[in-house]
């Protein structure tokens, strides 16, 4: 049999046809990582646009949580509020980490000034108590009308929980995780569906040392860069074993 005849059979096909779907495979998941990078570099213009603007006073923000039909819309935003604390309703959020130390997330809500409007405020991280994690952290709570800077955010993030919270649960105040219906229902406040990520130096007992806010379209251009990669890396291979090394020798004879 010719060599020709050997190059062109089955087994021929059938590598080119598997060739073919892989970098289309590959193609086309490096193209939807771009379409992704270029969805969260808009999502990262809105939110720098957001934190350029003026901040939000007590009462800009409480007719902006009035008049907003989406309180999504206000998301990063940035704001200076007045109030007082209602420290009772204080919740420690565990397992939460600043600067690779475990430790916690304290809420506490703040009832802002000339309105009935409480929002939840994420005042910052304090470290725990090794020896006896269920002992509270030492942090002070200031009383009367304090003045505080910060963003707004969504709810508290969830950890994995490795069972549900039963019936009756979740009035402890260290809790793995925070449900804003839930924790309203239970201390009767009127929260706002958005929380204020407390920002500047550290204060009471608590550090702020708070991630940048970053969309991450940088993820997504490495694993394009990855899956194109790839895909060219099998477009190589293909050439090299189907066509150079199996390429006859030039002083092969030829058939009669």
């Known amino acids: 049999m010719s060599f020709a005849r050997q190059a062109w059979g089955l087994r021929f096909w059938l590598v080119t046809l598997a060739a073919l779907l892989a970098m289309a495979a590959t193609a086309s998941l490096g193209r939807w990582q771009l379409q992704r990078a270029a969805h969260k570099t ?17 009462a800009e923000l409480q007719q902006a949580l009035d008049q907003a039909p989406d309180a999504g819309q206000l998301l990063h935003r940035r704001v200076l509020l007045q109030g007082q604390w209602l420290a ?10 600043m600067n690779g130390r475990p430790g916690f997330f304290v809420f506490t809500p703040l009832r802002l000034a000339n ?19 269920t002992q ?39 809790r ?19 929380t204020v990520m407390q ?33 060219g890396l099998v477009a190589i291979l293909y050439v090299w074993f189907q066509f150079v090394r199996r390429s006859p020798p030039t002083d092969c004879p030829r058939d009669a």
């Open 42 to 58: 808009a999502l990262q213009a809105t939110m720098d646009e957001r934190q350029a603007r003026a901040p939000l006073q007590g």
């Open 115 to 133: 309105g009935n409007r409480v929002v939840l405020v994420q005042r910052g991280w304090v470290p725990r108590n090794f020896l006896d994690r």
């Open 88 to 97: 009772g309703a204080t919740v420690f959020l565990d397992n939460r980490q």
């Open 199 to 231: 920002t500047g130096a550290a204060s009471e007992g608590l550090q702020r040392d708070w991630a940048p806010i970053d969309s991450g379209v940088d993820k997504h251009y490495g694993y394009a860069f990855q899956w194109f990669g790839l895909c």
């Open 176 to 194: 793995q995780n925070l449900d804003l219906a839930s924790y309203a229902a239970q201390t009767g406040l009127a929260l706002a569906p958005l």
């Open 136 to 174: 509270l952290p030492d942090v002070t709570t200031p009383a009367g009308t304090v003045q505080l800077q910060g963003r707004l955010a969504g709810p508290p993030a969830r950890l994995y929980e490795f069972a549900p919270t039963a019936p009756g649960e979740g009035s402890s105040r260290i």
